[in-house]
């Protein structure tokens, strides 16, 4: 299949077979390969695959109630957004809001699926519960549900992007799959990263500071010990004098009493020689 109308066509057919009463699915699907332009789209339409019924369910809603899945992209985007920044205060509010709107979205979709004459038993609930919370968790999910045109179930924990392979029938690109933003949105948007921004700069100078006052503290300390053992080099000094002169004292009285000694030993000589003679 190639150009641009085709996939347009193809996207068309896959959105208008996607909400199809599953018994009728496969003749409206041979019918509009029939109607095809070109073998190239014919033999495309005939690929295309029923989905199953949570999404068949989830794809009533989409088509019938676009507006209703408005709150669901804001969400995803704020939700995304405070998984990103790690606000643990945004993500608690966010799910309390989350919680609220899709126990909203689960009642409209099956009662919609009850008007279509569709038995929605509780697993099945379960999977359109599972992916319309993946659609207020993820704005990549959030624009697979609003295609109305999802294959099967998905899901988002809110952390990691959640696994579009396959999920939606015909043509889809998420990026321009995702609605535009209305004045409203974007500046939410735009205060919202206006106010990250400023918590981000705010605690990078309160960490500044914390590093500052500690370096402050480590300062004053070091200045304090340096004085201390300035005080205590000048005290050493003066001690070190004083004992340069005790010593000077001390090696002249050892040059003196060495001379004395050596006088009195030469005298004690003289004087035992003369008794020595005086007894002979």
């Known amino acids: 299949m190639t150009g641009e109308t085709d996939a347009t066509r193809l ?17 409206l699907r041979a019918e509009a390969a029939a109607e095809a332009s070109d073998k ?29 899945l408005t709150p669901a992209a804001e969400l995803a985007d704020e939700f995304r957004e405070a998984v990103d920044a790690g606000d ?15 126990r909203d979205l689960v009642d409209r979709a099956v009662r919609r699926a009850g008007e ?26 959030a624009a697979a549900v609003a295609s109305a045109r999802l294959l099967r179930p998905i899901e988002a924990t809110g952390m990691d992007a959640p696994d579009l392979s396959d999920a939606v029938s015909g043509p889809f690109d998420v990026a321009s799959a995702r609605p535009e933003a209305t004045d ?3 500046e939410r948007r735009a205060a919202r990263e206006a106010a990250r ?27 304090e010990k340096a004085s201390s053992l300035e005080d205590r080099l000048a005290e050493l000094d003066r001690e070190r004098a004083r004992l340069e002169d005790e010593a000077e004292r001390a ?15 030469t005298a004690a000589t003289k004087a035992r020689s003369a008794a020595d003679r005086a007894a002979d």
């Open 184 to 186: 409203d949105l974007a």
């Open 116 to 141: 279509r004459g569709a038995d929605v038993g509780a697993a099945v609930r379960t999977a359109v519960e599972q992916t319309l919370d993946a659609a207020l968790r993820d704005p990549d999910a």
């Open 251 to 265: 090696r002249a009285e050892v040059e003196d009493l060495a001379e004395q000694r050596r006088r009195a030993r």
């Open 40 to 68: 190239d789209l014919a033999a495309a339409i005939k690929k295309l695959r029923k989905p199953v019924l949570a999404a068949w369910v989830v794809n009533l809603l989409a088509s019938d109630d676009a507006d209703a």
């Open 11 to 27: 996207i068309e057919v896959a959105a208008r077979l996607s909400v199809a009463p599953a018994g009728d699915f496969v003749a």
């Open 88 to 102: 643990a205060r945004a993500l608690a509010d966010l799910t309390r809001r989350r919680r609220s709107i899709l």
């Open 197 to 223: 921004a400023a918590a981000e700069a705010r605690r990078h100078a309160e960490s500044l500071e914390r590093d500052l006052d500690r370096i402050e503290d480590r300062w004053q300390a070091a200045q």
